[in-house]
């Protein structure tokens, strides 16, 4: 059976096409990742899954129950982690876990010992009783996480687990979610904008665009069906060349797009388009700096389906 | 219904718990209802006496100060729903199964309490200054249940403002807008027999006057129970539909989320 599944969302804000029909599924225990830039949809499709939003049309499933049908059911089988932390910043770290189970139906010594391991899972003991306005931002999250595990939920919601982190702490949230994921046998929906982070973490991702779904798959897969390498041509100097070698490049391989002085594109063979892209550029006078090549990334993906550099897509 | 008095009591207790955590807010909240007192007793003592049973102003402004604070406390108190909101805690307890209307009522309650807790504490700062609660038992009684009613008024209002607005400044602004124009067409401050007409008219609608006269009533006269007793009703009246309305703009935010 599906832990989640979503069919056709769509749901309008003001002016804004948040979704223009979101759909795909999730399979029980699974990893999955939601991959797309800010303002892709991906956090609207996650308040609609965990019920704080109503769609304006589609349907949704999570655990089994009907998110619009049931949605007090939802509530008792998720966990939601959101993108912005959800600490109450003068409770401490306990009282956040205890309050939270309370609400969840936990009552007594088997909620204080479910605290207790939480705490100790995610490595809060020693701060368990200090007030978490003095947590540190790493801190915070990790409590996130824990309070949306007080009451073992079967599907857990984690909005850009890592934004905001320094690169220390993404590793080490990284190493944690991969802990819980196999601790807690869950079933996980991650959303980020980071592609090495679906790529760590997710077992399959969807990628959202423009409140769609433009493709779904394992990340491997999804490499594999981008035939090709992409070749990175840095040039030596920049004024006025970049537009002349990006014609010229754009001859030769696809999907051409320049960052700075990087101009990348697309080709069937690295070894045989690179002598033959320098010596176009040679022709042209463009003067180059290096050349390198590299088997498709996710960045490489996202470039293909949505014909928009991942970067330069983000908009907030 | 029995969830719903479970979760508002943990909220309740939740909010509570952090706010004895703000040395600086108890401070507020048990030093400033005594500054009110002895300034106001102080500045209008020339005034003289406005009452039937004592030479005192004080016994007076006693119960006037008892209605301001529970007024202004209710009126601020939408402050915490907007932190609450910055800090995304309403809607981790959106995603729980939490029983909605706690969230705010909670807010409410704790209003009330508070109110009622300050009312005590300027009952016995009166008793020190020479105010006696001449309604004894059942006056005591008043105070404690007009100041909560008058506190769950404009807490309700105060938190439909703060969900709609939801930013604090916008916040502080209408609470003064609306805070001292009520206050000063009320009876706080001075008798009604000294009002001006056109105030005196104004004043028959506004709930702080009426748990002003009900608690003057209460402390100062030691009778009028049924006229009292009209403005506990009106009060109750008037709560209920400001925690409707507060519920009505929390909808309006689930809805914009």
Redesign the interface.
Known sequence: MDAIVAEELTKQYKAVQALDGVSFSVREGEVFGLLGPNGAGKSTTV?VL?????PDSGRAFVAGEDVLRHP?RV??A?G?V?Q????????TGR?NLL??G????MAGRQLHARVDELLGLVGLDEAANR?ARGYSGGMKRRLDIA?GLVHRPRVLFLDEPTTGLDPEARAAMWVEVERLAAAESLTILLTTHYLEEADRLAERVAIVSRGKVVVEGTPDELKRNLQGESVTVELAESNGNVEIATRVIGDIGSEVNVEGQHVRTRVPNGAAAIPRILGALDDAGVPVASVTTARPSLDDVYLHYTGREFASDDTT | MKQLF??TG?MVV?QW??LM??PIWIAMMVIQPMLWLVLYGQLFKRVGAQGPSSGSYIEFLTPGIVAMNAFFGGMWSGMAMISDLD???V????????ARAAIVLSQVVRAGITAIMQAAILLLVGLALGVRVHGGFAGWVTVFITSALLAAVFAGFSHGIALLMRREASMIAAANFVGLPLMFLSSILVSVALMPGWIRGVARFNPVNWAARAMRNAILYGGYWGPTAVYLCLLVAVAAATSLFATWCFRAY??S?
């Open positions: 308040r965990t019920t704080l939003t109503r007090n509530r008792g998720i939601y959101a912005d932390s959800g600490v109450d910043w003068e409770a009282e309050l939270q309370r609400i969840h139906g007030v309070i | 479970r979760h943990w939740r718990r952090n955590r703000e800090r995304h805690v809607d981790r307890f959106l995603a729980a199964p939490t689930q809805r989320i």
